[in-house]
């Protein structure tokens, strides 16, 4: 069973409240986005994970470049471990390119695109923002039916919002 967002904990966002208070915005290509949601619909039921490659730090102004699916060890409907193999090529291609992680991407098959506990608690990167799309309808744009797409700042055990533009 998935663990339970909940607001009542200070870990765990608010999914009614405010973005990020610092009014940090970061934006995506559609391109990316719509290679994510693609990604997340061919893995489900299983969660779905991969990386963001950028020109730096989301918050140092880096902007995304690339994405970059990966597999999921955890192959799990509930939870997702980027493929430890894959996070060292990764890495190593992205160093070698003096490039930057940008951000840790995976999919929610049945809850909000809102980071869970167990998301929490396994974020080992604060400098790397993290991308959660969900594929419950109940989530869905009303207006196009597109997943939801949300961006999170995970450090310290707080999961904070960041403004997600999607450039055409």
Do not use: K, Q
Not at 95 to 113: K, M, Q
């Amino acid at each position: 069973m998935p663990d339970a967002v909940s607001p009542a904990d200070p870990a765990i966002p608010d999914p009614d409240g405010p973005a990020d208070p610092e009014g940090v915005s970061v934006s995506l290509p559609a391109a990316i986005r719509d290679a994510i949601v693609s990604a997340a619909r061919a893995a489900a039921p299983l969660e779905m994970c991969g990386l963001i490659v950028g020109s730096g730090i989301a918050a140092e102004g880096g902007r995304p470049l690339r994405w970059v699916e990966t597999r999921n060890s955890a192959s799990s409907p509930y939870l997702f471990e980027v493929d430890a193999a894959d996070l060292v090529r990764v890495s190593l291609e992205v160093d070698a390119r003096d490039e930057a992680l940008w951000a840790i991407v995976h999919s929610h098959v049945a809850s909000p695109a809102c980071p869970s506990p167990t998301d929490v608690r396994g974020s080992f990167y604060p400098d790397v923002l993290h991308l959660i799309v969900s594929l419950a309808d109940a989530e869905a744009d009303p207006a196009t039916g597109r997943p939801s797409l949300r961006a999170w700042r995970i450090a310290a055990d707080t999961a904070t919002e960041v403004a997600l533009g999607i450039e055409p």
